[in-house]
């Protein structure tokens, strides 16, 4: 079974803290894995994709990435009110064709003035 | 760059009415596509995945069915609405390459009454 775990929150944070939002996943052969945001009513917006062990830096945003422990986490400096939305983890299992993604179920995150 | 046109925003249909929802990509070609269903509160489900005109593959057995007549044409149908069909449909398209990540459309919002 291929699955993708996140804490459903809410995650409250203040205004200008750093917010993480963690996700672990089944299948230790994954190769690629993504973060997501979604507003109330709104699509998914890619925000970062990470292949790689490690860290990666996007403006105020960082994914983490430790495929030993099967876990991906995304840290979001100086949070701010307009982050306020839920994120979305995805990981693309092998073996499913067509660059499938299984999503988690999301991380609602409040930041508060 | 790649734009992707989901319409229409919003649907209420009968139950027993048919269904047809459509999503076009432009700025790509041969993308591969999905069909998505997000319940109230709940993650997102894939419904359908294609990586080619009429190269469809379901992932969810239901009442609902998929075509892609054009390459870049991406259709959702069904014969007879049921009340558990009510949800947000998301279209979303990938590169085919492998690791590549899913862009998804506005979505439409279907209320079955």
């Known amino acids: 079974q291929k699955e993708v775990e996140q804490n459903s929150g809410p995650l409250s944070v203040p205004e200008g803290a750093i917010a993480s939002l963690n996700c672990t996943y089944s299948d230790r052969v994954s190769q690629s894995f993504f973060w997501y945001r979604q507003y109330s009513g709104k699509s998914p917006e890619l925000i970062m994709s990470i292949y790689s062990n490690g860290d990666k830096e996007d403006g105020r945003f960082t994914a983490q990435l430790n495929k030993a422990s099967q876990y991906v986490s995304l840290l979001i400096r100086d949070s701010q009110p307009s982050d306020s939305a839920t994120y979305l983890c995805a990981v693309n299992f092998p073996g499913g064709g067509g660059n499938k993604l299984t999503f988690g179920t999301g991380t609602q995150l409040k930041v508060e003035l | 760059s790649q734009t992707i046109h989901q319409w229409p925003a919003t649907l209420v249909q009968p139950v027993g009415s048919p269904l047809s929802l459509e999503c076009t990509v432009e700025?790509?070609?041969?993308?591969?596509l999905y069909w998505y269903r997000q319940a109230a509160g709940r993650g997102l489900q894939l419904l359908f995945y294609?990586?080619?005109?009429?190269?469809i593959s379901s992932e969810v057995p239901q009442n609902l069915s998929a075509s892609r007549p054009q390459d870049r044409q991406f259709i959702l149908s069904s014969k007879k609405l049921l009340l558990s069909d009510s949800g947000f449909y998301l279209c979303?398209?990938?590169?085919?390459?492998?690791?590549?990540?899913?862009?998804f459309g506005d979505g439409t919002r279907l209320s079955i009454l």
């Open positions: 700025g790509t070609s041969n993308p591969n």
């Open positions: 294609s990586i080619g005109i009429d190269q």
């Open positions: 979303a398209w990938s590169g085919t390459n492998y690791n590549q990540p899913q862009h």
